[in-house]
C-alpha cells in the first residue's frame, strides 16, 4: 500500500504545489519561455524584482523555456493552474492557449496605463500587435512586448557598400547573387533540412505578387483550383530559378539543423534569410569580426513583400489565483526602462516604437514601426502547411520538380486533403 | 469394477478441498491484498488513460478545455489524409523491412560469435549501441553524415569520388532505416547469444561429427532450441517498431519544427495531431492515430504469438 501511498501524496503535493501560502501575502506565478542565463531571462528577471520592490507582490518566475506554453496547456484540466502569467509567441497563446477557451481576455490591461507613463498599453503596443494577440474568436489573449521578423542576413564587414544601400528589388539582388557565384562562391545559406525555411522564397514572392490576403486565401480554398492561378505560377517559377542558379551551397538540403546556418556566420556563403534572432543563435560560429546586418526582402514584381511577424508577450489563464497583479505586472514591464534591455541587452526588438532595435536589425525595425506587416497572417492552416505545401515546396526548391508540376500537384493534393476533412 | 472406480472421480474434488490445510487457506486469502497495490497501479497509470485516449479519439478536443462529439471523424479523416498512408508504409517498412535486417544480421552474428575466441569483447561491442539513447545517436549521426563529416571524409579517402548524401531528403529514409537496424541489431543478438549458450556443446559435437555445416547446425540446432526466445524477440520488436518515434523527431526535426512528412510514422502523426509547431492542437486525430497503433499491436503480438507457438517447445 505504500505505492499507493505515495501516489496520492504525489497528487496532494502537486495540486498544492503554486497555492499562495495563505496569510496577506501577495504573490504571482511566472512561467518564462526563456531559460536562465539567456540575455532575455535576465531582462525579465531584472523586471520582476523591481516590481516585488516597488508594490510587494512577490514575482516567482519558473524558466521554463521554450516549450512554456506546451507544458503549461495539460495543467489546465485541473482546479490549481501552476502559474498566472505564461509567457509565449502569438500563435501559440492565440490559438493554441485561446483553443482551450481558459485564456483570460486581456482587453482591460489594453486600457491601463503602462506603468508610471501617460500612454496606455493599446496605445504603446500599437493595432497591428493588438490584432495578432487576438484569437479567431476575438479573446485577446496576449498583451505581446518583443517582436521579431525575418531578414537577409550578411556580414557588414564584407559588404559595407549594403550596409547603406541594400538592393531594393529582387533583380538587384539576383545580380549581386550572380557576382557572387561569378567569384566562384555559393552565395545563399540555406537549412534546407527544415520545410518551413525552404517554403518562404515562395511564401515572400507569392505575397508580393498576389497580396497577403490573397496568398492566405490559398491554403482555405477546398477546392484547391486556387493554386492554379497564375499569380502562384509565377511565384513558383521565380522558386524554380533559384533552385536551379545554383546559388545554394552542394547538399544544403543534406545538413542537419543549423548546420548551413553556422556555415553561414562562418562565411561560407554571403546571404541568409533568417529570423532576428539569428545573431544570437550563431554568434558563436561567426568568422572573425563578423558585422551582423540585415535589409529586409527586396521588393518583387515592384512590390516589397510586408515583413512577417511574431510577437512574444503574455496570456493569463481564466483559473489563475492572483489575476490582478498578473495584469499589473504585464503594464509594468512594458515599461521604456525594460523594452530599452529588451532592444540592448536581449539584442531583440520591442514593440515599442520609441525604443531603437539594435543597430543590426534597425533596417527592419523601421519598417515594422511603419506598420508594413502580414496582417493577414492570421489563420490558423499550420496542418495544410505541414501536409500539404511544405513537401511540395521542397521538391520545388530541390529541383525535383517544375513550377508547373508544382502548381498542378498543389491543386490536386490540396483538393484530396479538403475531402479527407470530409 | 473399473466402472465403478471412474463414477467414483467426481469425488475427488471435495478430497483435494479438505487437503487444504490453515497455511494455504491463508495463502489464498492474502492474494488479493497483495494483487490490489499493483491492480490500482496498473489501473490507474495504465487502463484508465487508455480507456480515456479511447474517448478522446471519438472527440474533437484542443488538450484543455471543452471537448466537442465527432464520432468516427477522426478516424474517417485519418484513414482518409495521404499523410497518414505515408505514415503508414514508413512504420510497416520499419516493421518488416528493419525487421528482418535486424533478425538476419542478429542470426548471423549468433552463428558466427557461438564458437569464436573473445566473444565476451565482441558481445560486449555489439551490444554498446543499445546502451547509448537514441536521442544521443540521432544527435551525433547528424555531425558523421554530414556532407563535411567523417563518413564521407573517411570514403573520399577510400577512393570513393561521389559519397552519398546520406541526410538527403531522398536518402534520409533509408539512412533511418540503417540507423534503427544498428541500433537494435545488437540488442537482439545478445539475447539470442544468451539464448544458444544454454544449449548443451553435446548436441553440437554430435551435429558436427555427422558432418553438419555450421549453417546447418543453427539452422537445425540452434534455431529450433531457442525458438520461444526467437518468439519472444519478435513480439518485442514487433512492438517496439510499431512506436517508432524519437529517432525520427530528433534526427529528422528541429525545435518547434516537424521532421518532413515523408518520415513520418504513427507516432510521429499522433505527435503531429497533438502538438503542431503553429495551430491548434488537436488531441482528438492524436488519439485516433495512437489507438490505431495499440490495436494493431494487439494483432500483431497475437499473429507473431500464433505463428511461433506452432512449432513445439524442445525441451532438453
Known amino acids: ?422 | 469394477m473399473a466402472v465403478r472406480l471412474l463414477e467414483r472421480t467426481p469425488a475427488r474434488p471435495a478430497v483435494r478441498r479438505e487437503g487444504v490445510g490453515p497455511f494455504e487457506a491463508a495463502r489464498r486469502r492474502m492474494i488479493g491484498p497483495f494483487l490490489l497495490p499493483a491492480l490500482v497501479c496498473y489501473t490507474l497509470v495504465m487502463i484508465v488513460p487508455s480507456v480515456f485516449t479511447v474517448w478522446i479519439s471519438f472527440n474533437d478536443w484542443a488538450g484543455a478545455g471543452p471537448m466537442e462529439w465527432a464520432g468516427l471523424g477522426n478516424y474517417t479523416e485519418m484513414v482518409a489524409d495521404p499523410v497518414f498512408g505515408r505514415s503508414f508504409a514508413n512504420t510497416m517498412k520499419i516493421l518488416f523491412g528493419v525487421g528482418a535486417a535486424v533478425f538476419v544480421i542478429a542470426f548471423v552474428l549468433t552463428m558466427l560469435l557461438q564458437d569464436m575466441a573473445g566473444r565476451k569483447f565482441v558481445r560486449a561491442v555489439v551490444f554498446f549501441p543499445s546502451l547509448v539513447p537514441g536521442l544521443v545517436i540521432a544527435i551525433l549521426w547528424g555531425f558523421l553524415l554530414d556532407p563535411d563529416g567523417l563518413a564521407t571524409s573517411v570514403l573520399k579517402s577510400l577512393g570513393v569520388p561521389d559519397p552519398p548524401l546520406w541526410l538527403a531528403p531522398e536518402n534520409m529514409f533509408t539512412t533511418v532505416m540503417a540507423g534503427m537496424t544498428w541500433l537494435a541489431a545488437g540488442t537482439y543478438t545478445v539475447i539470442f547469444m544468451a539464448a544458444a549458450d544454454r544449449i548443451p556443446r553435446t548436441f553440437y559435437e554430435a551435429a558436427e561429427l555427422d558432418g553438419a555445416s555450421a549453417a546447418r547446425r543453427f539452422w537445425h540446432i540452434t534455431v529450433p532450441l531457442t525458438w520461444d526466445v526467437i518468439g519472444v524477440c519478435a513480439v518485442l520488436w514487433a512492438i517496439g517498431a510499431l512506436k517508432t518515434f524519437e529517432f525520427v523527431l530528433v534526427f529528422a526535426g528541429a525545435a518547434g519544427s516537424l521532421p518532413p512528412t515523408d518520415l513520418w510514422t504513427f507516432s510521429v502523426y499522433a505527435y503531429a495531431g497533438a502538438f503542431p509547431s503553429d495551430g491548434v492542437p488537436r488531441y482528438g486525430i492524436a488519439s485516433a492515430a495512437a489507438v490505431l497503433t495499440m490495436v494493431l499491436t494487439v494483432v500483431l503480438t497475437l499473429l507473431v504469438r500464433r505463428v511461433m507457438g506452432r512449432r513445439e517447445r524442445t525441451d532438453y
Not at chain 1, 516590481?51 to 490549481?80: C, I, M, Y
Not at chain 1, 481576455?105 to 503602462?114: G, N, T
Not at chain 1, 490558423?380 to 517544375?402: E, W
Open chain 1, 1 to 422: 500500500m505504500k505505492v499507493g501511498a505515495a501516489i496520492v501524496a504525489v497528487c496532494l503535493l502537486t495540486a498544492c504545489g503554486g497555492q499562495a501560502s495563505g496569510g496577506g501575502d501577495r504573490e504571482i506565478t511566472v512561467w518564462s519561455m526563456w531559460s536562465e542565463g539567456e540575455p532575455n531571462q535576465k531582462v525579465l528577471a531584472e523586471a520582476a524584482a523591481d516590481f516585488e520592490k516597488e508594490t510587494g507582490v512577490k514575482v516567482r518566475t519558473q524558466w521554463k523555456g521554450r516549450t512554456a506554453v506546451k507544458t503549461f496547456l495539460p495543467s489546465l484540466n485541473t482546479d490549481h493552474v501552476p502559474a498566472d502569467l505564461v509567457e509565449g509567441n502569438n500563435r501559440e497563446l492565440t490559438r493554441q492557449f485561446a483553443a482551450t477557451k481558459a485564456a483570460l481576455d486581456l482587453s482591460d490591461v489594453y486600457q491601463a496605463k503602462v506603468h508610471g507613463e501617460q500612454a496606455t498599453v493599446a496605445e504603446t503596443v500599437g493595432e497591428a500587435y493588438r490584432r495578432m494577440a487576438t484569437s479567431a474568436d476575438g479573446v485577446v489573449t496576449q498583451v505581446p512586448y518583443q517582436v521579431s521578423t525575418y531578414g537577409w542576413f550578411f556580414n557588414g564587414k564584407a559588404f559595407p557598400e549594403l550596409v547603406t544601400a541594400p538592393p531594393k528589388t529582387w533583380e538587384e539582388f539576383t545580380a549581386l547573387l550572380e557576382a557572387q557565384k561569378a567569384k566562384g562562391r555559393k552565395p545563399l545559406g540555406q537549412d534546407g533540412s527544415i520545410p518551413n525555411y525552404n517554403a518562404r522564397y515562395l511564401e515572400h514572392f507569392a505575397r508580393a505578387i498576389m497580396g497577403d490576403e490573397g496568398w492566405h486565401a490559398l491554403a482555405p480554398d477546398r477546392t484547391g483550383r486556387g493554386w492554379l492561378k497564375p499569380e502562384v505560377l509565377q511565384a513558383a517559377t521565380m522558386v524554380e530559378k533559384l533552385a536551379k542558379g545554383g546559388y545554394f551551397p552542394d547538399g544544403f538540403n543534406a545538413t542537419k539543423f543549423p548546420a548551413m546556418q553556422q556555415k553561414w556566420a562562418g562565411g561560407e556563403s554571403d546571404f541568409l534569410y533568417q529570423g532576428t534572432y539569428l545573431p544570437k543563435e550563431v554568434a558563436p560560429y561567426a568568422a572573425p569580426g563578423f558585422e551582423f546586418r540585415a535589409f529586409r526582402f527586396p521588393a518583387v514584381a515592384g512590390k516589397t513583400p510586408t515583413l512577417n511577424v511574431t510577437t512574444t508577450g503574455f496570456g493569463i489563464p481564466k483559473k489563475a489565483r492572483n489575476a490582478a497583479d498578473a495584469k499589473r505586472f504585464v503594464a509594468f514591464f512594458l515599461q521604456r526602462k525594460y523594452q530599452e534591455k529588451v532592444s540592448t541587452v536581449a539584442l531583440e526588438m520591442s514593440v515599442r516604437k520609441d525604443v531603437p532595435a539594435a543597430p543590426q536589425i534597425a533596417d527592419l525595425k523601421k519598417a515594422l514601426d511603419s506598420g508594413e506587416i502580414n496582417k493577414a497572417d492570421v489563420v490558423d492552416s499550420g496542418d495544410f502547411t505541414s501536409k500539404v505545401l511544405l513537401p511540395l515546396s521542397d521538391q520545388l526548391l530541390f529541383g525535383k520538380i517544375s513550377a508547373a508540376e508544382f502548381t498542378t500537384r498543389m491543386a490536386e493534393q490540396a483538393a484530396a486533403y479538403w475531402k479527407s476533412k470530409g
